[in-house]
Each structure stands twice: as structure tokens, then as C-alpha cells.
């Protein structure tokens, strides 16, 4: 989850938590264009605020998704420090650019294996009536199949 967007909207953080979810890091304030150069403290800053913003009683994010999967010089050590672990993808679901629910399900199957790890969006500036039902269309499809949603094992984290 991005930071900014869990301060605005607490309730649904905590509904995701409420409902068995776990929740990682995906940034403060998603600089997509400049997280890359980053110094070491702006680094900690983005961090440090995204934590505050998502912890919740027992609820502590492990996990931490970097922003187009470009990872800063100073990220490790930041990770570390904050018992945080990176994960990355290994389907591109193309729904940031797609206009189509089917295409996005169509890139998902295609790529579905065991232990994949699917990468999916449920922001602006996608379009939402793809953003939202592709989510949906994607889960019911990897049911179908006989998969099932869950968190990536430990050795799959990266380091």
C-alpha cells in the first residue's frame, strides 16, 4: 500500500486487515520518476512514513514492493534496518496500460505457473472500470484453475 493513500484512508486499511490480509510497503508517496535518486535520507523518510501509516495493532508490514521495480543504491540497507523485505514480480499483468479486462486476463494466463507472483494495480491513473474488474477477473481465473492467492514464501523474497 502507498503510504499517502493509507493516511487518507484509514478505514480501508483497516478493512484489508479485517478481513485476513496482509499488508506491505509499496512507498509514501510513489515518486515512480525520481525514487531511484533518492539519498539516503529521503530514502529512510519514504520508508518511515509508509510504516507509520500501516501499522495497526499487531499488524506490522514485512514486505515492500519497489516502485517499477527500480531499487535505490540506499533501499538495502533502509530494508534491513526496518525488518522490511523486498519481493518483486514474476507476471506483468499490463493492466497500468490496458483498456481491456480480457487482455489483462489473457497476459495472466498465459504467464500463470506455480508460485507466481502477479502483479496488479487498484490505482488512479488507470482506468477504473479495468483497474477494479480485472483484480476480480484475475482471482476468479487463477480459482478456476485450481490456484489460490497467498503470500510469497520467504525464499522467494529478494534480498
Same mark, same amino acid.
Given at each position: *500500500?502507498?503510504?499517502?493513500?493509507?493516511?487518507?484512508?484509514?478505514?480501508?486499511? $483497516?478493512?484489508?486487515?479485517? !478481513?485476513?490480509?496482509?499488508? !506491505?510497503?509499496? #512507498?509514501?508517496?510513489? /515518486?515512480?520518476?525520481? +525514487?531511484? =535518486? +533518492? !539519498?539516503? %535520507?529521503?530514502? &529512510?523518510?519514504? @520508508? $518511515?512514513?509508509?510504516?507509520?501509516?500501516? *501499522?495497526?495493532?499487531?499488524?506490522? /508490514?514485512?514486505? +515492500?514492493?519497489?516502485?517499477?521495480?527500480?531499487? #535505490?543504491?540506499?533501499?538495502?540497507?533502509?530494508?534491513?534496518?526496518?525488518? @522490511?523485505?523486498?519481493?518483486?514480480?514474476?507476471?506483468?499483468?499490463? $493492466?497500468?496500460?490496458? %483498456?481491456?479486462?480480457?487482455?489483462?486476463? &489473457?497476459?495472466?494466463?498465459?504467464?500463470?505457473? /506455480?508460485?507466481?507472483?502477479?502483479?496488479?494495480?487498484? !490505482? /488512479?491513473? *488507470?482506468?477504473?472500470?479495468?483497474?477494479?474488474?480485472?483484480?476480480? =477477473?484475475?482471482?476468479? *481465473?487463477?480459482?478456476?484453475?485450481? +490456484?489460490?492467492?497467498?503470500?510469497?514464501?520467504?525464499?522467494?523474497?529478494? %534480498?
Amino acid at each position: *500500500m502507498i503510504g499517502e493513500r493509507a493516511e487518507a484512508y484509514p478505514e480501508l486499511v $483497516d478493512a484489508v486487515i479485517q !478481513g485476513g490480509h496482509s499488508i !506491505g510497503v509499496h #512507498n509514501y508517496s510513489h /515518486p515512480t520518476r525520481t +525514487f531511484w =535518486a +533518492f !539519498g539516503r %535520507r529521503k530514502v &529512510a523518510d519514504e @520508508l $518511515d512514513r509508509s510504516l507509520e501509516a500501516l *501499522m495497526r495493532g499487531e499488524c506490522r /508490514p514485512q514486505l +515492500f514492493r519497489s516502485l517499477v521495480g527500480i531499487k #535505490n543504491v540506499f533501499l538495502r540497507r533502509a530494508l534491513s534496518a526496518r525488518r @522490511l523485505h523486498c519481493v518483486a514480480w514474476s507476471i506483468r499483468s499490463g $493492466d497500468a496500460l490496458s %483498456r481491456s479486462v480480457a487482455s489483462v486476463v &489473457a497476459r495472466v494466463e498465459q504467464e500463470l505457473r /506455480p508460485g507466481a507472483i502477479i502483479l496488479l494495480h487498484e !490505482g /488512479p491513473p *488507470m482506468d477504473s472500470s479495468v483497474r477494479i474488474e480485472a483484480i476480480r =477477473a484475475v482471482v476468479a *481465473m487463477i480459482q478456476t484453475k485450481g +490456484f489460490r492467492c497467498v503470500l510469497p514464501e520467504r525464499e522467494r523474497w529478494v %534480498r
